[in-house]
């Protein structure tokens, strides 16, 4: 069975951080890039990072830059998403999917119709 397995959420104090992980079942991580995504309620879902299959580059959208960082193990199959410097706003269900296109990908922010494989989400929660 092909699936992606999101861990690593929680409640979180404004300004503290946070790592998500995303592992993967059934295939391997390494055939295309792979993106983070999340939505919050009432809202629409939106990407939030991705990173190229080899990690060698990575794209996140202007809400986070510079706050979270995206990375990843292809020996153990996952990508982790550290989150710093949070806000009330980050508040969200946070989404792991992969590029549909083989290769490097993830040429700019990460767009929900070109991923699948969705995981069934983290909830993470900023508050005080």
């Known amino acids: 069975q092909l699936q992606l397995v999101e861990s690593g959420g929680g409640l979180v104090q404004p300004g503290g951080s946070l790592r998500l992980s995303c592992a993967a079942s059934?295939?391997?991580?390494?055939?295309?890039?792979t993106g983070w995504f999340r939505q919050a309620p009432g809202k629409e879902r939106e990407g939030v990072s991705c990173?190229?299959?080899?990690?060698?580059?990575?794209n996140y959208g202007d809400s986070v830059k510079g706050r979270f960082t995206i990375s990843r193990d292809n020996a153990k199959n996952t990508v982790y998403l550290q989150m710093d410097s949070r806000k009330p706003e980050d508040t969200a269900v946070y989404y792991c999917?992969?590029?549909?296109?083989?290769?490097?990908?993830?040429?700019?922010?990460?767009?929900?119709?070109?991923?699948?494989?969705w995981g069934q989400g983290t909830q993470v929660t900023v508050s005080s």
């Open positions: 990173i190229s299959s080899s990690g060698g580059s990575a």
């Open positions: 999917a992969q590029e549909l296109a083989y290769g490097e990908g993830c040429w700019g922010p990460p767009v929900i119709r070109d991923y699948e494989y």
């Open positions: 059934g295939f391997s991580l390494d055939r295309s890039a």
